[in-house]
T-cell receptor, first 112, second 115 residues
Framework: GESVGLHLPTLSVQEGDNSIINCAYS??????FIWYKQESGKGPQFIID?????DKRQGQRVTVLLNKTVKHLSLQIAATQPGDSAVYFC???????????FGTGTSLTVIP | DAGVTQSPTHLIKTRGQQVTLRCSPK?????VSWYQQALGQGPQFIFQ???????QRGNFPDRFSGHQFPNYSSELNVNALLLGDSALYLC??????????????FGPGTRLLVL
């Protein structure tokens, strides 16, 4: 089955710096990926997504990069702010497109 | 435009009891997925409902069952509760328009504690 994992469980950055969160996936047939942000006591919040026919996608202060050769996904947050402190999950769609597989998450802490 | 809503927000039950959790999808969405999130872990897929039928199921026992109503809202039922069922239960809604592999939007979750 598919598995999604994260390289670093915790990440601390200074306010204003850029953050990079990495994720590895195992199913080369996965064609849709989402990054979610989850604050304490809340449900996961959609940040940005990317399909397998793309290598890069940009949103407001966030960029997702997909490297299908090594099955790696990353989330870049520009000018990180205290409000960005949360747990970030990458999620991989299964072959039928119905369920997402989540990694264990990376906890991002922004130091003011 | 209301997002995904879930009720109740918190629930305390004892072992062996049964529980029902409720979810209303985002406006315009017709598909509801349920996930279980244990403390410190990522969400785990339980099942998905579309057109009032369970269309896919994760690795969860039959004690976990669900239902989808004509208005697309959904319920998750868990029978014979175990201590290990304590978790945050998340509902995610999506639409089948455009085919499979659509974005799932999550509700705030129901925190279940089994004593």
């Amino acid at each position: 089955g598919e598995s999604v994992g994260l390289h670093l469980p915790t990440l601390s950055v200074q306010e204003g710096d850029n953050s990079i969160i990495n994720c590895a996936y195992s199913n080369s047939a996965s064609d849709y990926f989402i990054w979610y942000k989850q604050e304490s006591g809340k449900g996961p919040q959609f940040i940005i997504d990317i399909r397998s026919n793309m290598d890069k996608r940009q949103g407001q202060r966030v960029t997702v990069l997909l490297n299908k050769t090594v099955k790696h996904l990353s989330l870049q947050i520009a000018a990180t702010q205290p409000g960005d402190s949360a747990v970030y999950f990458c999620a991989e769609n299964d072959s039928w497109g119905n369920q997402f597989y989540f990694g264990t998450g990376t906890s991002l802490t922004v130091i003011p | 435009d209301a997002g995904v809503t879930q009720s109740p927000t918190h629930l305390i039950k004892t072992r062996g009891q049964q529980v029902t959790l409720r979810c209303s999808p985002k406006s315009g969405h017709d598909t509801v997925s349920w996930y279980q999130q244990a403390l410190g872990q990522g969400p785990q897929f339980i099942f998905q409902y579309y057109e009032e039928e369970e269309r896919q199921r994760g690795n969860f026992p039959d004690r976990f069952s669900g239902h989808q109503f004509p208005n697309y809202s959904s319920e998750l039922n868990v029978n014979a509760l175990l201590l290990g069922d304590s978790a945050l239960y998340l509902c995610a809604s999506s639409t089948q328009a455009g085919g499979p592999g659509q974005t799932q939007y999550f509700g705030p979750g129901t925190r279940l504690l089994v004593l």
